[in-house]
């Protein structure tokens, strides 16, 4: 993959988003943003009550997921443009989503909702519809997913990137900042990861940095770009995005999310926790 | 601690005892600006969180104790301002952005 088949900027978007096999996709955590205006013609997709399973924690299964394309309208073929809020986190786990479930033609709006904003350009409340179509999604591709095992295994053998703040890192948040801080896991991260805030890769507008730019960030930390790379977060949603820079905008072919993330290793008994600025040892 | 606080956002439901809350109101020229967006810096400039602020104006964050930047970005406007947070205590601010 490179950056021109992956991402489109609002030009494009203004050009081709009401074309006959593009779909516009909003993904947000709060569902409220896209009620009050949206760009014209996209769809919605709830994080949570579309994209997560009611019961259990996990993604909704294969046939759940062609149930909600098929019901936005969305068809195999069809190049899926997606966007959201809080610089794209929710829409680039939705890119992660769509190509586990093996989504041909998916891209990201470059600086999501808010570059769109801060250019003032328009957004419509007008509902929209699409007629049903048949999507037939694929068996997950867990090359880009990982679980919790293969993380504790990946302790001092592979790649660990903790995309979250340096604060979150350290264990002095248990969350982003603009969430209450009360939870009952333990703070830290997991030892040898190097930290590299999902922060580094965007612009202030959201908008991604350059490749070479993006090259220097992870090549500084310690990233190995000849190993597998796991990318982790709170909830995945950041680490989406880091993925989605790594292995999409980079080409690296090596790099899974593991969407577990903090609220699942570190809620786990009896595994290593680092705490502090450093890594850690294995 | 709980209930309004003078000119901020209500903190009820919230334990203010366990959270170092910043929360305030993004202005321009004396009005509420919605949809701006307010990002949390640490010491070392880094991104710690974002919000778009409500209807109203108004956002809010969780942070850990010290000094952190308060970044505001609206079409055409940016502003940055020093805030000291502390838990058990709210700081509330308010950004005036330059009237475009």
């Known amino acids: 993959m490179s950056r021109h088949e992956v991402l489109v900027d609002a030009d494009w978007v203004a050009e081709h988003g009401s074309d006959e096999n593009v779909v516009l996709v909003e993904v947000d955590e709060d569902t409220t943003a896209y009620d009050g205006g949206h760009i014209a013609g996209a769809v919605k997709v709830d994080w949570k009550k579309d994209l997560q399973d009611p019961v259990r924690r996990d993604f909704v299964?294969?046939?759940?997921?062609?149930?909600?394309?098929?019901?936005?309208?969305?068809?195999?073929?069809?190049?899926?443009?997606?966007?959201?809020?809080?610089?794209?986190?929710?829409?680039a786990y939705a890119y992660w989503y769509f190509k586990l479930y093996g989504h041909g033609d998916a891209r990201l709006l470059d600086g999501g909702r808010k570059k769109w904003e801060l250019d003032a350009r328009p957004l419509s409340t007008e509902n929209v519809t699409r007629p049903a179509s048949s999507y037939t999604a694929s068996e997950p591709n867990t090359?880009?997913?990982?679980?919790?095992?293969?993380?504790?295994?990946?302790?001092?053998n592979k790649s660990l990137v903790d995309v979250r703040s340096p604060d979150e890192?350290?264990?002095?948040?248990?969350?982003?900042?603009?969430?209450?801080?009360?939870?009952?896991?333990?703070?830290?991260?997991?030892?040898?990861a190097v930290n590299v805030?999902?922060?580094?890769?965007?612009?202030?507008?959201?908008?991604?940095?350059?490749?070479?730019?993006?090259?220097?960030?992870?090549?500084?930390?310690?990233?190995?770009?000849?190993?597998?790379i796991i990318a982790y977060c709170r909830i995945g949603e950041r680490s989406a995005h880091t993925w989605f820079v790594l292995q999409e905008l980079l080409g690296q072919s090596n790099v899974k999310n593991?969407?577990?993330?903090?609220?699942?290793?570190g809620s786990l008994v009896g595994v290593p926790v680092a705490v502090g600025d450093e890594p850690g040892q294995a | 601690m709980c209930g309004a606080i003078t000119g901020g956002l209500s903190v009820a439901g919230i334990d203010t005892t366990k959270e170092a809350v910043i929360q305030g109101r993004v202005l321009r020229a004396g009005s509420p600006v919605a949809g701006a967006y307010v990002r949390l810096l640490d010491p070392s400039g880094e991104f710690t969180a974002e919000v778009?602020?409500?209807?109203?104006?108004?956002?809010?964050?969780?942070?850990?104790?010290?000094?952190?930047?308060?970044?505001?970005?609206?079409?055409?406007?940016?502003?940055d301002r020093a805030v000291r947070a502390a838990r058990g205590s709210v700081a509330d601010v308010e950004v005036e952005l330059e009237a475009a």
């Open chain 1, 143 to 156: 090359d880009i997913r990982a679980f919790r095992d293969e993380v504790v295994a990946a302790i001092g």
């Open chain 2, 52 to 79: 778009p602020t409500s209807a109203t104006g108004h956002f809010r964050f969780f942070a850990g104790e010290g000094t952190w930047t308060l970044r505001t970005l609206a079409p055409g406007a940016k502003a």
């Open chain 1, 197 to 228: 805030p999902w922060s580094k890769a965007a612009n202030d507008d959201g908008t991604f940095k350059s490749d070479d730019e993006l090259k220097k960030i992870y090549s500084a930390a310690g990233v190995n770009w000849d190993g597998d």
């Open chain 1, 169 to 192: 890192f350290a264990g002095r948040l248990l969350a982003p900042a603009h969430l209450p801080q009360e939870q009952s896991q333990r703070g830290g991260h997991i030892p040898t």
């Open chain 1, 61 to 91: 299964n294969k046939e759940q997921f062609e149930l909600l394309l098929s019901s936005r309208g969305i068809s195999n073929d069809d190049t899926v443009v997606l966007y959201g809020g809080n610089n794209n986190w929710f829409a």
């Open chain 1, 258 to 265: 593991y969407d577990g993330s903090w609220t699942e290793y």
